[in-house]
């Protein structure tokens, strides 16, 4: 039903930092648990990181440490800062909701690092 669209990606170096932004068609307060996700070149879609609506927060083992993530309910938008990037994060990122089934993706913003 909501619809997202995603900005922020870009060519950055190793160890350089960037932040992702999720803008939502309508209210995200409804959605429980949001989450950004990426997908790599010929690698499956994962979920990174995600936060309920209360703010707790969630992160894979790949990101931990790196990646913070971060809601505006009241802006209807979501956040991802992502630090200290490594050339394996580079990937097609992708907000939606996390814990249920989604079959609608947006666009994506691509993530490159690369030297």
């Known amino acids: 039903q909501v619809q997202f669209v995603e900005s922020g990606g870009g060519l950055v170096q190793p160890g350089g930092s960037l932040r992702l932004s999720c803008a939502a068609s309508?209210?995200?307060?409804?959605?429980?648990?949001m989450g950004w996700y990426r997908q790599a070149p010929g690698k499956q879609r994962e979920l990174v990181a995600h936060?309920?609506?209360?703010?707790?927060?969630n992160y894979a083992d790949s990101v931990k440490g790196r990646f913070t993530i971060s809601r505006d309910n009241a802006k209807n938008t979501v956040y991802l800062q992502m630090n200290s990037l490594k050339p394996e994060d580079t990937a097609v990122y992708y907000c939606?909701?996390?814990?249920?089934?989604?079959?609608?993706w947006g666009q994506g913003t691509q993530v490159t690092v690369s030297s």
């Open positions: 939606n909701a996390a814990g249920v089934v989604v079959t609608t």
């Open positions: 309508g209210s995200i307060f409804s959605i429980y648990v």
């Open positions: 936060i309920t609506r209360g703010g707790l927060r």
